[in-house]
């Protein structure tokens, strides 16, 4: 994290102070911070527990299993982040990945389990688990299914729920309880995955949770380029809304004072072609209707796709920002958080993973994670629509592209 413009940034990001203060302290005490505030509060400390790597009480690797609702670009990258994590952790020996940005998640699983040969963790075989690519006539009998599996075979420790089906479904009442961590949901709150930040409300359920993180980057946005008219596009529908941040998005319409320009691409029981074009045709048609975009979550915005939508804005001139990351920047979309790859988040999911092998129930474990808060900024689309960084942004920019690909940061 970039934390020389503390002063700048702090009062656009929330938490970005707090999150500095979190880099000095190593990953494997962070779960004591919250003693030290519970102690002055007079409140019992909570436990905790180590990251090490541990067998089983028998003596036998801890077993995985995998459940997403379909393919989506973040799922394969979260998955490896999260198995280099427990590399990092020493928990299995370096699992040589292939790509993942190349990858799908089933490819990636395939390739842990033929060539991880790990004396504490083992990826199931027959243990990943899709509804298609989300399709919902068979969201609910993967669920059945894998429900079946778990309380008659117990033959998995622990699931990775992978994007905000999987982490529904796991947390569905029907569900056989197992310890579960869910990654790659836009708001595990809004989606009622888990009942709060503080609490996930479900023994079994742990969900990463990064309070007010699309209000902290609109405000960002907002402070960078005072827009009047901010353009979204969602799919019309609870899920697709939760996807899009749109209720974040709206908030800071009313407390800063923009309106919102949306248009409304489905995603949910068309072909991935049919998301793809449905998105494209959004962002062109509001590009030349608003003063910015924020470039939501969808299933239709690809690297297939994210071409010709960076092409409808930049012939509008319109600044934009992404609200997945930086590789979006990367692709031509003006600018966003930065991400390192996904290598802290995996890390942290990884860490959970660890204390609940140590004895520790999800849902007693810190649930909050805060960003590292640094800029990513693409030059090139700023000079093709006319926008001159302020040099405040241009150094407190820790990922700097020159519209190829290239990260041209010092």
């Not at 003693?35 to 002055?40: F, K, L, P, S």
């Not at 805060?370 to 693409?378: F, G, K, Q, V, Y």
Request: with cysteine; hydrophobic share 40%; proline share 8%.
């Amino acid at each position: 994290m970039n934390c020389r413009f503390i002063p700048w940034l702090a009062a656009r990001v929330p938490g970005l102070a707090l999150a500095c203060t979190l880099l000095a302290v190593p990953a494997a005490q962070a779960q004591a911070l919250p003693a030290a505030t519970a102690q002055a509060d007079g409140a019992a400390a909570p436990r905790v527990f180590p990251v090490a790597p541990v067998r089983k009480p028998d003596g036998s690797p801890w077993q995985l299993g995998y459940l997403q609702g379909g393919d989506y670009t973040d799922y394969p990258v979260i998955l490896a982040a999260i198995v280099r994590g427990l590399h990092t952790l020493g928990w299995i020996p370096d699992p040589s990945l292939p790509d993942p940005k190349t990858h799908t998640s089933r490819q990636i699983w395939d390739h842990l389990v033929r060539n991880v040969k790990s004396d504490f963790v083992r990826f199931v075989p027959d243990g990943y688990y899709t509804a298609g690519n989300f399709d919902a006539s068979l969201r609910g009998p993967t669920r059945e299914a894998l429900s079946q599996r778990l309380a008659e075979r117990r033959d998995i420790d622990l699931m990775i729920a992978m994007g905000t089906w999987a982490g529904q479904d796991m947390a569905a009442p029907a569900m056989t309880p197992v310890p579960t961590i869910v990654a790659s949901t836009s708001d595990p709150i809004a989606s009622r995955i888990v009942a709060s930040a503080e609490d996930s409300g479900r023994d079994h359920i742990h969900a990463k949770v990064e309070p007010d993180r699309y209000q902290g980057q609109v405000r960002l946005f907002h402070d960078i380029v005072p827009f009047k008219t901010l353009g979204v596009v969602y799919e019309d529908s609870a899920e697709g809304r939760t996807f899009g941040g749109v209720d974040a998005v709206e908030q800071m319409a009313r407390a800063l004072g923009f309106q919102v320009r949306a248009c409304h691409a489905p995603f949910n029981n068309v072909t991935p072609e049919q998301a793809r074009q449905s998105a494209q045709d959004c962002y062109a048609r509001i590009a030349p209707q608003v003063d910015a975009v924020y470039i939501t979550v969808h299933r239709g915005v690809t690297g297939q796709s994210l071409p010709a939508i960076v092409d409808s804005l930049v012939q509008a001139r319109v600044p934009s920002f992404s609200m997945l990351g930086s590789d979006e920047v990367r692709q031509g979309v003006l600018m966003s958080m930065a991400q390192a790859d996904y290598l802290p988040v995996g890390l942290f999911h990884a860490e959970t993973i660890a204390r609940i092998f140590h004895g520790a129930s999800p849902r007693e474990l810190s649930q909050i994670w805060i960003s590292p808060a640094e800029i990513a900024l693409n030059l090139k689309t700023a000079e093709l629509i006319g926008f001159d960084p302020p040099i405040d942004i241009l150094l407190s920019s820790d990922e700097v592209y020159d519209g190829q690909g290239r990260d041209i940061a010092d």
